[in-house]
């Protein structure tokens, strides 16, 4: 048996009992991962073991492997989208190209990794050559054969429809969503929003999707509506739940949390602390719109800003001033905020679904920046929020009436200030981070609405 092997491979694990599981082979890292979910640490006759689960199918969550090992080493990984995560380190014997022989696996939660495995060079060394031009050169399996394996651990059909309606099935958030759906039995269709259009009518309202069908037969639409798309997007959300399809936030929940100035007026109507903040358009008022946010340093920012774009630090009142007089001058709509030093380039985010702060993580700045978003360099970990805080996430998602909400929240000598408050907020950071099924957590939510009672 020749002992080159290409840049994709398949493998198996006897003893997890995975008969067949595609790898990228990968000679730039040097330890091999697996995919695993639902990863826990327990103690078995002493020994320290984790139990996790494999979803051996690409993009397919519906079918688990449950697997058990003991826990050789732990290691801290920082992923390339700038999270950190602990990983367990297992070894089990692997079987490629024929060989049989242990390696070391370090058990990788749900990052943006593209295969279920990667086999690394310290699996390979001695071992193989790898002709990264060639793939599957220890042998390929047809796709209805590679299924049949796993058909026993195949999820019953529960009836339950969902439309996911977004713009780019690609995205994480999305793969995510549609994975955890059909984990869990039921249908889900991606509709993409600029495809779907509307019958406005007192008798039969509809709405039609590209090709002409009519879109009347789902249960539930879960929202995940770029801010480009809050007008369309929400005027279908309104035609749905006119044709009695359960909407996982509402179309008057999501415009309103889209609206800064709303929403921060409805905060401040409710008691909710937020960093004091200006409104304004005239630009004579500006030098008292300064004074009125306590002078500078301060923070000015473009209203539709995302992903920490458009938002400004102003250390002199003279540099605020010239900064608001030009955005003025563009007619943008702005907002100037007190500066929060000491935040020290921290926020946290609390994802909340159904009224509970479901995880929560803390995002840090990169040294000499202020903004925390991570398209902005930021880090981000897990973090262990005070009761203050989670009171705070959960009554702004409920003031905004959002059933799914990502709420911002930034730490001052006050206590907690509200900063932000996002109806589709995204799972990558927030799953990576902490290791939890958000999109479960959300279809159960949904589960949970349309009163389902899963048979299990
Ligand atoms: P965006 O919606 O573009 O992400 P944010 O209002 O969330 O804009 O601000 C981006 C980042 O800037 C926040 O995550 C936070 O780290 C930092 N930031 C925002 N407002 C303040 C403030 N008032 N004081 C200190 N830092 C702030």
Partial sequence: MSNIIGSEEWCSFNELQIPAIKARIDSGAKTSSIQATNIKRVIRKGIPYV???????????????????KI??????????????????????????????????????????????????????????VDPSKHFLAGDFEESAFFDLYKHLYKEKTGLRIGLLATNRELYSNKRLMEAALARGHEIQFLNIQHCYMKLDAQTPEVRYRGGNILDEFDAVIPRIRPSMTFYGCALLRQFDSIGTYCLNSSASISQSRDKLFSSQL?????????????????????????????????????????????????TNKAAESVINAFKS???????????????????????????????????????????????????????????????????????????????IIRSNKGPLLLEVNSSPGLEGIENATGKDIANTIIMAIEKKLKYQPKD
Wanted: hydrophobic letters at 40%.
């Fill in 330 to 408: 563009l007619q943008a709509n702005i907002l100037v905020q007190e500066f929060i030093k000491e935040a020290e380039g921290k926020d946290i985010r609390c994802f909340v679904v159904d009224g509970k702060v479901v995880a929560s993580i803390m995002r840090q700045a990169p040294k000499g920046e202020f903004r925390s978003n991570i398209h902005q360099g930021g880090t981000a970990h897990k973090v262990k929020i005070t009761v203050e805080e989670r009171r705070l996430a959960i009554k702004a998602s409920k003031i905004l009436n959002l059933d799914v909400a990502g709420v911002d």
């Fill in 267 to 315: 905060f401040s109507k409710n008691g909710i602390q937020i960093p004091v903040t200006g409104f304004a358009k005239s630009p004579l008022e500006t030098k008292d719109l300064i004074d009125m946010v306590g002078g500078s340093p301060l923070i000015i920012k473009l209203l539709e800003s995302t992903q920490g774009k458009g938002v400004v630090s102003a250390e």
């Fill in 51 to 69: 139990d996790f689960e494999v979803n051996p199918i690409q993009d397919n969550r519906s079918v688990s492997v449950f697997c058990s090992a």
């Fill in 72 to 129: 050789v080493d732990t290691r801290v990984i920082k992923s390339s989208s700038g999270t950190t995560q602990k990983r367990y380190v297992i070894k089990t014997p692997l079987t490629i190209n024929g060989h049989t022989f242990e390696i070391e696996l370090t058990l990788a939660n749900r990052d943006s990794m593209d295969y279920r495995m990667l086999l690394g060079r310290e699996a390979m060394s001695g071992r193989f050559l």
